[in-house]
């Protein structure tokens, strides 16, 4: 076999005849010697000290055929090497001899040489020249051009390489401050840029929020127009049901007087009939002070009630409602100098909205000469007795003294009308928080009673508050 193969190769070799048969044993026995590993075949041979080494053979070769191609090998190279010596030798030796043979005709020439100058006559004069220096001052000469050349050429070859550097460097210099300045001015177009359209996007914006602010105002202002023109609707409804309960109430007053004054002229005449001379005076003084005295009597003697400070007032509004043509409640804060209208007639707050005589509510006094800050006896001290409060608290105003000192409650009223202040106050509070007005605008004034009827309502009502902060 050429060379080491598979067992199967054997395998599929014929065995039909002796020869065939015995050329496929061979055949494996060849490749069992082909195929072997080295450690089996020092195992086979013995050499147990040699089983861990590595070893490779060609796979045409056993390892017995390996180990005798390997002695072969080395006598080959050796003999090889030896004949390579000894060529080495010759060669040298050859040297040699040549080298011998050159001193020899050196020494031969230089011998001929002296013979002829021996011969020759001595030179009579002192010119002499030594060809050998000569040469070697020409030599020298060309040698030192030589060297002068080579060193300016290397010179120059320094100057223009550094020159060179030097001018490359400025170039990459230059360059890179060129690439410098168009990357600084692209930033710069760049940010001009990028500040411009932020500027515009807010003027965008801005504009945006300016037109829908100037939406929001149209808005706004139309429906303000809107509740403006909805508020002079109510107001003129108000104000025309304010002047028909005033008209009803005034004719009710002149019925009143004119059967008062039917009743005491038809007294009159009873008296006259049946009265003396001496009880004429006394009569006619009895009948002067009935025809003075008022009809809009408020007689009611009972104690606002009510859950809380808003339901007691509006309950005491109502009733004092009857002594006058209106009667409004007025919150004040005397550190502001602001007051305002917070029920009339008994109606409170909003709740007033849908009323129909409440046309004062939410009016406010802002003027710091109004009497409603200026009257020192609406800022007094408690009294002690409902007498000291009717005396030292109450405020009592008539004709042209209400338009010198007080704003009117109502714009469209005329100053010939009476008008009661009755401040609303409890033992613990030292400034009023409510104010009750009572105003009659029919030219009628108050008597003593009814305002001593009116300031017992709110003295009763300022005590039966627990305190003046605990309201609405």
């Not at 050196?106 to 030179?123: F, G, N």
């Not at 429906?223 to 009803?248: F, N, T, V």
């Not at 409602?321 to 909003?350: F, P, R």
Request: include cysteine; proline fraction near 3%; charge should be negative.
């Amino acid at each position: 076999m050429d060379k080491a193969r598979p067992f199967e190769y054997v395998y599929r070799l014929t065995a039909n005849t002796i020869e065939e048969l015995s050329y496929g044993e061979a055949v494996y026995d060849r490749q069992v010697l082909l195929n072997e590993s080295w450690r089996s075949y020092a195992t086979r041979k013995g050499r147990l000290d040699e089983l861990e080494r590595e070893r490779v053979k060609w796979i045409t070769r056993t390892w017995e055929e390996e180990e005798e191609v390997r002695v072969r090998q080395r006598e080959v190279l050796d003999r090889a090497e030896a004949e390579g010596e000894k060529e080495i030798a010759r060669r040298e030796e050859k040297l040699r001899q040549r080298k011998q043979q050159s001193n020899k005709m050196v020494e031969h020439l230089m011998a001929h040489e002296e013979r002829l100058h021996s011969s020759r006559i001595p030179c009579r004069h002192n010119l002499f020249v030594d060809f050998d220096d000569f040469q070697q001052l020409k030599f020298n000469l060309e040698r030192s051009v030589v060297s002068t050349a080579e060193n300016f050429l290397r010179v120059i070859s320094c100057i223009g390489e550094e020159g060179l550097f030097e001018g490359l460097l400025i170039m990459g210099e230059y360059d890179n401050l060129y690439h410098s300045m168009r990357l600084a001015d692209r930033l710069r177009r760049e940010e001009e840029e990028r500040r411009r359209l932020e500027e515009e996007r807010l003027r965008a914006i801005e504009e945006q929020k300016r037109l829908e602010e100037m939406r929001q105002r149209e808005l706004e202002e139309a429906e303000r127009l809107r509740k403006e023109a909805m508020d002079q609707a109510k107001l003129i409804e108000r104000k025309r049901r304010e002047e028909e309960r005033r008209a009803r109430a005034r004719a009710t007053r002149e019925k009143s007087k004119q059967r008062a004054s039917h009743e005491n002229q038809a007294q009159e005449v009873s008296l006259e009939q049946t009265a003396t001379i001496t009880d004429a005076p006394r009569l006619a003084e009895n009948s002067l002070i009935d025809e003075v005295k008022p009809v809009g009597e408020c007689n009611d003697s009972r104690i606002p009630e009510g859950e809380n400070i808003t339901e007691m007032i509006s309950s005491g509004c109502s009733m004092l409602t009857a002594a006058g043509d209106v009667c409004c409640v007025l919150s004040v804060d005397k550190e502001l100098m602001k007051s305002t209208c917070v029920c009339q007639n008994g109606i409170w707050g909003e709740a007033a909205i849908e009323g129909s005589v409440s046309n004062m509510l939410g009016w406010e006094v802002g003027d710091e000469t109004s009497l409603i800050f200026a009257s020192e006896k609406l800022y007094r001290p408690f009294p002690d007795s409902l007498d000291d409060y009717c005396l030292l608290c109450v405020e009592e105003l008539r004709g042209s003294d209400f338009g010198n000192f007080c704003t009117s409650l109502d714009s469209s009223s005329s100053l010939n009308e009476s008008l009661i202040m009755l401040p609303l106050q409890t033992p613990d509070s030292e400034v009023p928080r409510y104010v009750f007005v009572i105003c009659r605008q029919s030219g009628d004034l108050f008597d003593r009673k009814e305002l001593e009827t009116a300031a017992k309502i709110v003295w009763e009502l300022g005590k039966a508050i627990p305190s003046p902060h605990g309201g609405s």
